[in-house]
T-cell receptor, first 115, second 113 residues
């Protein structure tokens, strides 16, 4: 069974801390994505990557960065966590190009609270 | 830019009854794909159904079916014989060629015993 695994289900961090959210997929997918999920706003794309060491900004990249050193791993970094980054973070992966139209596979999410 | 709208933030249905969740979208593309994803309390997003825009026939997966109206840019999800396990957030999503997914805000469905 294919999987996207997010390292933490819940995280509590202090304002100003550097936070790493890790995501690993075992499907050999080229594409990986980080979304933020907030009530009434749906899923908003933060960053995505189509290949190793490649990254592209999504719709709400401010305050975030990413790293993709290996094909299977895509990390989201909050350089200096703030309370407005308290949210649910979802990682997803997909095949490349038109095969992405078959849909994304999602992780189970990390609920991050910044205090 | 493409947008996806779900006008019903919350809905409820009696067990064994039928419910329809609404979704509209805005695009200038002619070829694209539409999806419904389910997010239960476990938070794992699950693909419910997928529709290819160039296909006129509405997609069906067991108790789940869609009413795809391309001209009206409408893509509603019908759940028949609702079960307690259908309780979840449902997200409508759009993807065009060479693009990333665009998600709606979601509809929270409650199933009443």
């Amino acid at each position: 069974d294919v999987k996207v695994t997010q390292s933490s289900r819940y995280l509590v961090k202090r304002t100003g801390e550097k936070v790493f959210l890790e995501c690993v997929q075992d499907m050999d997918h080229e594409n990986m994505f980080w979304y933020r999920q907030d009530p009434g706003l749906g899923l908003r794309l933060i960053y995505f990557s189509y290949d190793v060491k490649m990254k592209e900004k999504g719709d709400i990249p401010e305050g975030y960065s990413v790293s993709r050193e290996k094909k299977e791993r895509f990390s989201l970094i909050l350089e200096s966590a703030s309370t407005n980054q308290t949210s649910m973070y979802l990682c997803a992966s997909s095949l490349f190009g038109q095969d992405a139209n078959y849909g994304y596979t999602f992780g189970s999410g990390t609920r991050l609270t910044v205090v | 830019a493409q947008t996806v709208t779900q006008s019903q933030p919350e809905m409820s249905v009696q067990e064994a009854e039928t419910v329809t969740l609404s979704c509209t979208y805005d695009t200038s593309e002619s070829d694209y794909y539409l999806f419904w994803y389910k997010q239960p309390p476990s938070r794992q997003m699950i693909l419910v159904i997928r529709q290819e825009a160039y296909k006129q026939q509405n997609a069906t997966e067991n108790r789940f079916s869609v009413n795809f109206q391309k001209a009206a840019k409408s893509f509603s999800l019908k759940i028949s014989d609702s079960q307690l396990g259908d309780a979840a957030m449902y997200f409508c999503a759009y993807i065009g060629y060479g693009q990333n997914f665009v998600f709606g805000p979601g509809t929270r469905l409650s199933v009443l015993p």
